[in-house]
């Protein structure tokens, strides 16, 4: 069966894409990306859209990129559906793991749009998503932060054993940054083809949050 990914770039739908594509029932099929109105920034993570589009290059995954507003979001989502439908995709994979308000959302729009909801990732606990991602071979740096929950020298940094034992040591902070504490963007892995090597960033704050603006990068062959 045909599916695409729910697609932001971060650790959990890396996760969920690596899981699905191990799945010999799914065939990994397209990436969805919902960005911005003027086409700049993910909605999800902020990163500017061409560094997605370069992402899914590196892994060889064709990628839907689809505008909106947070108003007409479910709208364009499930517009996106349909274009996908029409090249026989039947389902979509998702990234979450225990937040059932969106697991409430997933499964409506999924059924309102005739297709199956797959979450790979569902009812792990924090450490065993953090876990496989690891130990599966990803490498990803934190893109965005709250600024009241986590400074702007967090960013760029790897999700690494340390890493975690700083989170844990700064306490409320939850380790996949469900709550919006933290976003990140994966740069190599077991499904990639090639490295994204990030080449040029900016830090810079606004609405509240730092963001590791990535302005350049380049490629080179994974080992």
Same mark, same amino acid.
């Given at each position: ?11 959990? #739908? ?56 947070? @108003? ?21 994979? *998702?990234?979450?793991?225990? *937040? ?12 309102? #749009? ?10 792990? #606990? ?6 496989? *991602? ?10 965005? #932060? ?16 340390? *890493? ?58 994974? @080992?």
């Amino acid at each position: 069966m045909k599916a695409f990914i729910s697609w932001s770039g971060g650790k959990e #739908t890396m996760l969920s894409c690596y899981k699905a594509m191990k799945d010999k029932n799914i065939e990994v099929a397209g990436l969805l990306n919902m960005i911005s109105e003027d086409g700049i920034h993910s909605r999800s993570h902020g990163i500017r859209a061409k560094i997605l589009k370069s992402q899914a290059e590196a892994i060889g995954i064709p990628i839907l990129q689809k505008k909106a507003t947070w @108003n007409t979001y479910e709208a364009e989502f499930k517009s996106a559906v349909a274009e996908l439908k029409s090249r026989g995709i039947v389902a979509g994979v *998702f990234g979450d793991i225990d *937040f059932q308000p969106h697991r409430d959302w997933v499964e409506r729009i999924c059924k309102e #749009t005739q297709i199956r909801a797959i979450m790979p990732l569902w009812g792990q #606990t924090r450490e065993e998503v953090l876990s496989d *991602f690891m130990t599966a071979g990803f490498e990803t740096v934190v893109v965005a #932060t709250q600024s009241d929950k986590l400074g702007s020298d967090w960013l760029g940094r790897k999700i690494d054993k340390e *890493f975690i034992k700083d989170l844990k040591e700064l306490g409320g902070i939850d380790l996949c940054g469900e709550a919006g504490e933290y976003h990140t963007f994966v740069t190599s892995g077991p499904i990639f083809k090639k490295r994204v090597i990030l080449t040029k960033m900016n830090k810079i704050n606004r609405d509240k949050h730092w963001f590791l603006d990535i302005l350049n990068y380049e490629f080179s062959q994974t @080992n």
